[in-house]
């Protein structure tokens, strides 16, 4: 038995006492260029699987710059996604251009392994680097005319499937039994007419250079050539007859076919504004005329110079509009009554006022709503609840009090009168709710004003999301991402600390329903205002603006956290994933950071339980041992660990009371 | 000498079953925590029960 157990227990392995590596980084990153596509091609190899936690998916960092940096990240794809676990990863010309602006330079990629149902992420690769030069695809030399009087005339298609287009061509010529090179044309043209003095009656090699503007040149297959050299037509004269040679058919010069006339322009004048515009054909092709009518349309009808698809998305606030319309179209009939004569009330005709007029119509149904709330409310509640102005100030505690005690006045409550006790909560309800997304959307609109989003990075809606695959909404998601981060970082500190204002109005765990790139530029000011370089150059003011969005009562806890997060791993993720899980936690009461950092530190333990015990003792000192946490740290920490002790110590007391009976 | 060793394991496991609500509060109060404070809590906790498990016998 003893055997058996010592032989078990040599056989199990230990983590604890092994070289615990949760999830291993991949190996054998290697890069590889084709110019001829334009793509740069990341293929490494997986790890053995063999760990705790393989990966599920890769992480792809990325730079180019002269120096190794790595700004943009990418994922192979997301979870359980088909391709997640690919060990390769394809970058585009395109997606170079849109990322960097330029698709030549030093480009640098690394790799990690991606487990992220346990939160367990590898070490990164080594970065490897490689050089794009900007040299264009090469161009196919096929076609070529030699019943020409002036040479030999070769044509081809523009190089545009590359890294960059090709701005210059150069055409060689050779002897084909000869070594040595000839280059005799250098233009941007797509054909070249090399002339006849070139060349002999023989066999001749010719090859193109598509070159870029930096000069890196990629070279054309090499075409061969057996050169006849054009004869002109010859006349011979008698002085009795005359006769004329017939030309040898392939040495007849025959003029190209003239081009096809271009298509004609066609112009469209509109008048925009009282602005005569002019439109092309392709401004009409590609719907620039129709979304400059949907403009005007939507200007009139909603006072926004918006597209359909705009107010679609919600970027105009109908709701406030149709209330100032119905005031100012009041006034306006008022006024029109008594200036206007009656000949000239066709006027009120347009499309516009009508519209206007419908809107009205939906606005007034409203107030009907509140008149059947005030009928109910009659039989158990007296009629100064019922004054309560609702519309402006609804304030959920106040009317929930009013009704307790009304309702608590009756001693006997039918289930009738419940049931309209449990209407009016979900009316209750209903209002505080649309209140509150008003709220978020005025919020959301001076966020954009602060942060104008759009005009730094072109937003998709779900529509235009729907039609990319998956990979490319990752792409498109990490772009907006890294395009908002940068944005927020070049902000003042002023605009920053104005969108923290605007968010700690509403409550950061109201942001729920908000839009994605709101909470994304939420998350990137916190981040800014929570580094220690900037934290020391906040206003007490704006501190006490910080420390409200991140739930601190006491402002030195911003610098405190500040300091924290540039040291600890936790915190750091804490600070980062903020507004995520504060906006996830919108029904949990006084949510703050520190509820966040002992999440992470939960997740991190769970993951690795090891991490726990990793203590750095140069980073101790005992006179100030909680110096570096914060109040409301500490206060959680308390809510803890006082009832914990307290348990163990009535657990031991009423142990040794037993054994004293 | 291997049945010493065995018979301490077996006792060693034991304590540390009975520890185990200390030992809970004890994780949960060094995940609460955060910077120094975390890392002290972890390594005093640490430290006893190691000294707990090596003082069985003296204890008894």
């Given amino acids: 038995m003893l055997r058996l157990c010592l032989a078990l227990f040599l056989l199990i392995p230990i983590p604890a006492l092994a070289y615990h590596v949760p999830t291993q980084a991949p190996s054998n990153l290697t890069l590889t260029v084709d110019y001829e596509n334009g793509t740069v091609k990341a293929d490494w190899n997986a790890s053995d699987q063999m760990e705790d936690y393989p990966a599920e998916r890769y992480a792809i960092g990325f ?16 979870v359980g996604d088909s391709n997640a676990l690919n060990t390769e990863y394809t970058f585009t010309a395109s997606y170079l251009n849109a990322v960097f602006l330029e698709a030549h330079g030093l480009f640098h990629v690394k790799i990690r392994s ?3 149902t346990n939160a367990s992420y590898s070490e990164w690769t080594p970065t490897v680097s490689i050089t794009i030069q900007n040299k264009p695809a090469s161009v196919t030399l096929s076609s070529y005319d030699m019943n020409r009087e002036d040479g030999i005339k070769f044509e081809w298609s523009a190089s545009t499937s590359g890294f960059v287009s090709a701005s210059t061509y150069k055409m060689y010529y050779k002897l084909s039994n000869a070594s040595e090179w000839t280059l005799e044309g ?47 037509p ?92 119905e005031e100012i179209i009041i006034e306006d009939k008022e006024n029109v009554e008594i200036v206007i004569p009656e ?7 347009t499309p516009e006022e009508k519209e206007v007029e419908i809107e009205i119509l939906e606005f007034e149904e409203q107030p009907i709503e509140f008149e059947v709330i005030e009928f109910d409310l009659e039989n158990v509640a007296p009629k100064d609840v019922v004054e309560i102005p609702i519309q402006d100030e609804i304030i959920e505690d106040i009317i929930q009090d009013e009704l307790d005690e009304t309702l608590s006045i009756d001693d006997e409550i039918t289930e009738d009168e419940i049931q309209v006790e449990n209407n009016d909560d979900k009316i209750i309800q209903e209002i505080v709710e649309s209140e509150e997304e008003i709220e978020l959307i005025e919020v959301e609109e001076a966020i954009k004003e602060i942060v104008k989003v759009e005009e730094i990075i072109e937003l998709k809606n779900q529509e235009e999301l729907n039609t990319l695959s998956q990979e490319e909404v990752v792409i498109y ?62 206003t007490e003011e704006q501190t006490e603006v910080v420390a409200d969005i991140l739930g601190f009562e006491e402002t030195e806890d911003v610098a405190i956290i500040a300091e924290a997060a540039s040291k600890e791993e936790n915190i750091a993720q804490a600070v980062d994933e903020y507004v995520e899980r504060a906006s996830n936690n919108a029904n949990v009461e006084n949510y703050n950071l520190s509820d966040v950092v002992v999440e992470i530190a939960v997740e991190n333990f769970i993951a690795d339980p090891i991490s726990i015990i990793q203590i750095d003792f140069n980073e101790i000192t005992i006179s100030n041992i909680s110096s570096d946490m914060t109040s409301s740290q500490k206060e959680k920490a308390q809510e803890v660990v006082v009832p914990v002790i307290l348990a163990r110590i009535a657990t031991i007391g009423s142990f040794i009371m037993r054994k004293s009976f | 000498m291997i049945k010493k060793i065995f018979n301490y394991i077996v006792e060693a496991i034991k304590e540390t079953l009975n520890l185990s609500w200390t ?14 404070a975390q890392q002290i809590t972890a390594l005093a906790t640490l430290i006893t029960l190691i000294i707990w498990l090596l003082t069985i016998k003296f204890r008894s």
């Avoid at chain 1, 109005?505 to 790139?517: F, Q, R, S, V």
């Fill in chain 1, 114 to 116: 991606d487990n992220d």
């Fill in chain 1, 63 to 78: 730079g180019l710059s002269d120096e190794v940096s790595l700004p943009y990240g990418i994922a192979t794809g997301n």
């Fill in chain 1, 234 to 325: 010859t006349t011979t004269t008698s002085t009795t007859t005359t006769t004329t040679l017939p030309p040898k058919v392939e040495e007849v010069y025959v003029d190209p076919e003239p081009l096809p006339p271009p298509p004609e322009e066609i112009i469209v004048d509109i008048v925009v504004e009282g602005v005569d515009k002019t439109y092309t054909q392709a401004d009409v092709n590609d719907g620039t005329i129709e979304r400059d009518q949907e403009r005007i349309d939507n200007e009139a009808a909603y006072g926004c110079f918006m597209t359909d698809a705009q107010i679609d998305r919600g970027d105009c606030i109908i709701i406030k509009e149709e209330v100032i319309d």
């Fill in chain 1, 343 to 349: 000949d000239v009330v066709e006027v009120f005709d």
């Fill in chain 1, 477 to 538: 998601e990490e772009e907006v991402k890294a395009a908002i981060v940068e944005y927020v970082e070049n902000l003042d500190q002023e605009d920053q600390i104005e969108v923290i204002k605007e968010v700690t109005d509403i409550g950061i765990t109201n942001l729920d329903k908000a839009t994605k790139e709101t909470k994304q530029v939420v998350q990137a000011v916190v981040n800014e205002v929570t580094k220690v370089e900037n934290v020391e150059t906040l």
């Fill in chain 2, 23 to 36: 030992l809970v509060g004890l994780i949960i109060a060094c995940l609460t925590l955060t910077g120094q």
């Fill in chain 1, 186 to 232: 250098q233009q941007s043209n797509t054909d070249y007419v090399l002339a006849w003095d070139n060349l002999t009656d023989d066999t001749y090699d010719f090859m193109l250079s598509a070159c870029g503007s930096e000069n890196d040149c990629n070279d054309s297959n090499t075409l061969t050539v057996d050169v006849v050299t054009y004869v002109a």
